[in-house]
């Protein structure tokens, strides 16, 4: 059971630049988010997915976008990569919106230059 | 929205010393809690969480939390740390509206 996986683990872009992070899960979870990690910051909600065809802004959406096609597969997308946007994004999965945990993939580090 | 807050930014503890980290929260109705880890260069991982019941939530590694309903806090302790213990942990909240929110969190340093 491979849980949450996140491709690729590392990537430098150029400003300007786009890219998608990918996050498949193979536990058959509705709920699914992407986070930022920054230092002294924790992590930061940027959108979020309470199943196929539903998405939401979280705390930080400004510069991103997600679809959610399919119960198993979230992606991130940078529409124009900008140096603030330089993280480590980790996506999670749950079960449900209550009573569950979430579980989440080994995380992205993206520099952007 | 809730917001979570961790009281310290930095533990240094040497091995054998009891832990106590903080966290409160600001969201009023009901709740799940959570602490996770994160070692160096790894992923969150579950340490422990609270959804009902008892409010002692014992989790791994020989972690526990007391939910304080009066306090809005959730604080982690660990009577006798080793040098494995050092890492990065987070508080966490989901107050039922899809946003599970985050501390800070504390990094902990463990001498050996």
């Known amino acids: 059971n491979a849980g949450v996986t996140q491709t690729p683990k590392f990537q430098v872009l150029k400003t300007g630049q786009s890219m998608t992070l990918q996050c498949a899960q193979d536990?058959?979870?509705?709920?699914m988010s992407w986070y930022r990690q920054d230092p002294g910051m924790g992590l930061r909600l940027i959108h979020y997915s309470v199943g196929a065809g539903i998405t939401d802004q979280g705390e930080v959406p400004n510069g991103y976008n997600v679809s959610r096609s399919t119960t198993e597969d979230f992606p991130l997308r940078l529409l124009s990569a900008a140096p603030s946007q330089t993280s480590v994004y980790f996506c999670a999965s749950s079960y449900s919106v209550m009573n569950t945990e979430a579980f989440f993939g080994q995380g992205t580090r993206l520099t952007v230059v | 929205a809730q917001s979570v807050s961790q009281h310290n930014h930095h533990v240094i503890l040497s091995e054998a010393a009891s832990l106590e980290l903080g966290c409160n929260y600001s969201?009023?109705?009901?709740?799940?809690l959570f602490w996770y880890v994160q070692y160096p260069g790894q992923h969150l991982q579950l340490l422990l969480k609270?959804?009902?019941?008892?409010?002692l939530v014992k989790g791994i590694k020989g972690f526990e939390a007391e939910f304080i309903k009066s306090k809005f806090s959730f604080n982690l302790r660990k009577p006798s740390v080793q040098w494995s213990d050092t890492a990065e942990y987070f508080c966490?909240?989901?107050?039922?509206?899809?946003?599970?929110?985050f501390g800070a969190g504390t990094t902990v340093t463990v001498r050996a």
């Open positions: 966490a909240v989901n107050g039922g509206d899809y946003k599970l929110s």
């Open positions: 609270y959804f009902s019941g008892d409010p």
């Open positions: 969201y009023g109705g009901t709740v799940n």
């Open positions: 536990m058959n979870h509705e709920y």
